[in-house]
């Protein structure tokens, strides 16, 4: 999807074990190559749990670097349950990132309590606002994904990263999202066959993802709090395909007072108190004085 996309130039398979083979997709470890700008690249691993990571691996990971002659090679791991702060066993690989993908927070909901349980873990103002919605009339879907349901979502978010200051992506990201990962949902709130919002999700037997979302501007409709019956709506239908946790993708640091964040962080406290941190990142620098440079540059654009 990535590469259809255009976010990365190329991917790779490096197998977890001597025995794992290509075919076996378990037993893979997938690595983005990605432009850094001036015709150079880095190598990037998303989302793998630090147990699986061995010194066979990473020496692995050092040989595709310079293989492929990138300046550096980035892993970002991801633990719901227990992660260790601690260096890997490679010391050219040490705690640092260049840029980060995975947000070291999140909030999440375990899936396995049941829904009395969840509701009871939520701020009163959750609960209360999730009523209100149905109150309300607000009126929860899944929707085909069509172009012109695509291109429908599409327009909104523009009008909600003017209005909320955040990038978004093309619509031809949105289209290759969506049409790629199978077990992703386009999710629509209306209120008297007006559409007020859009979601996407993505809901697997392990992990359910909320991804993307986009609002309408109109006092009128935000005033509904349909965002808040349209996570409930999520959570359950991920409950139903039994998923096991429901990740609300990235938080606010605790002690980051001033972050971008914080103003979405608070929506999503208000419908779980599970706030974890579940991401480090490692980085093996192959190229030092590129490496610096490009850092330096990067620092300096800011």
Known sequence: MLKKSGQVSDFFEVALSSSSTKEELEGALYVEKRSIGLKQYWLFILGIEKEKINKEILEKLKQLTKKENCIFCQIETIDYTSLQLSPLEEREFKIWYYKKFITPYTAIID???????????????????????????VEVQIVEKTEENIRAYY???????SRDGFAGNSLEYYKTFLSTLENSKLILAKKDWVVIAWWIFVFDKDISIYYYWAS????????????????????TYAKSIWSKVYDFLWVASPDDK???????????????KDIRKVSESYIFVNKKIKYFIINTLRKLKR
């Not at 327009?155 to 990263?161: G, H, Q, V």
């Not at 509904?224 to 959570?235: D, F, R, S, T």
């Not at 001033?258 to 779980?272: E, Q, R």
């Open 111 to 137: 899936l396995t309590k049941s829904e009395d349980e969840i509701l009871a873990n939520m701020k009163p103002k959750g609960r209360y606002n999730i009523k209100l919605a149905r109150k309300k009339w």
């Open 258 to 272: 001033d972050s971008s964040l914080a103003w979405v962080t608070d929506f999503k406290k208000k419908l779980t």
């Open 155 to 161: 327009d909104l978010m523009i009008e909600t990263t």
């Open 216 to 235: 309408t501007s109109k006092k009128e409709y935000r005033n509904l709090m349909a965002p808040y019956l349209v996570q409930w709506e999520a959570i």
